[in-house]
């Protein structure tokens, strides 16, 4: 199986970060028909009108977490599995929450049958967090808002960092890393970048 990755990670320093990314299978993340581009760096339309993003994109949320082997992380916008797995890889435990039943169904079955079995994904609104597993070293987001979800910002532990892409629906976005300490939120602008829209309800066509 041809499995030659054909992205740089250009900028990327985290050496745990670009093994993840070598050791990832992204060619069963997507629909068949889109595998032979699996190892382009570009994103890929999947099912139900979602996107697996850009793996330099997701190699750069990822290594701006900050996280190591003892982490729990929280992800919000699961889609394929694809991140989820990436940092499943670096860290201890991965909890996704994917608002499409259809897509977080297909993903769990993907990850057990991968042998992630670090990841726990579940299907909701990721707006609310998920509470029961709070608090978080650190928070992936991966569809785009308008505004932190503030419920977010309160299950991030002290020193956490939170990656989210904000900005309109379609339009400029941009990805920003927010580190909590204490009351004190530091934000920081990573690059612009383009996702689907954060959703609060899922339209079954
Ligand atoms: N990390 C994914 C990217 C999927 S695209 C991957 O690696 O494939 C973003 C996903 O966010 C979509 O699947 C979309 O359904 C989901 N999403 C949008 N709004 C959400 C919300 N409020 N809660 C949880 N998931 C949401």
């Given at each position: 199986?041809?499995?030659?990755?054909?992205w740089?990670l250009?900028g990327i320093?985290d050496?745990?970060v670009i093994?993840a990314m070598?050791?990832?299978?992204?060619?069963?993340?997507?629909?068949?028909?889109?595998?032979?581009?699996?190892?382009?760096?570009?994103?890929?339309?999947?099912?139900?009108?979602?996107?697996?993003?850009q793996p330099f994109v997701v190699a750069a949320m990822t290594e701006?977490?900050?996280?190591?082997?003892?982490?729990?992380?929280?992800?919000?916008?699961?889609?394929?599995?694809?991140?989820?797995?990436v940092?499943?890889?670096?860290?201890?435990?991965?909890?996704?929450?994917?608002?499409?039943?259809?897509?977080?169904?297909?993903?769990?079955?993907?990850?057990?049958?991968?042998?992630?079995?670090?990841?726990?994904?579940?299907?909701?609104?990721?707006?609310?967090?998920?509470?029961?597993?709070?608090?978080?070293?650190?928070?992936?987001?991966?569809?785009?808002?308008?505004?932190?979800?503030?419920?977010?910002?309160?299950?991030?532990?002290?020193?956490?960092?939170?990656?989210?892409?904000?900005?309109?629906?379609?339009?400029?976005?941009?990805?920003?890393?927010?580190?909590?300490?204490?009351?004190?939120?530091?934000?920081?602008?990573?690059?612009?970048?383009?996702?689907?829209?954060?959703?609060?309800?899922?339209?079954?066509?």
């Amino acid at each position: 199986m041809g499995q030659q990755r054909h992205w740089e990670l250009s900028g990327i320093k985290d050496e745990r970060v670009i093994q993840a990314m070598g050791r990832v299978p992204r060619h069963l993340f997507v629909p068949e028909e889109q595998s032979e581009f699996a190892y382009e760096d570009r994103a890929l339309p999947i099912e139900h009108g979602q996107t697996i993003s850009q793996p330099f994109v997701v190699a750069a949320m990822t290594e701006a977490l900050g996280v190591g082997k003892d982490a729990r992380v929280l992800e919000v916008g699961g889609g394929s599995g694809y991140q989820a797995a990436v940092l499943a890889e670096i860290v201890q435990h991965v909890y996704s929450i994917e608002i499409d039943p259809r897509l977080a169904e297909q993903a769990r079955q993907r990850l057990e049958e991968l042998g992630y079995h670090n990841v726990s994904m579940r299907s909701g609104d990721g707006y609310a967090g998920w509470v029961e597993e709070a608090p978080f070293d650190a928070i992936i987001v991966a569809a785009a808002a308008e505004d932190i979800p503030p419920p977010l910002m309160d299950q991030l532990k002290d020193g956490g960092r939170l990656v989210i892409p904000l900005g309109t629906p379609g339009g400029a976005q941009e990805l920003f890393v927010v580190e909590k300490d204490g009351a004190t939120v530091t934000t920081k602008s990573l690059m612009a970048v383009r996702f689907v829209p954060f959703r609060r309800s899922v339209e079954q066509e």
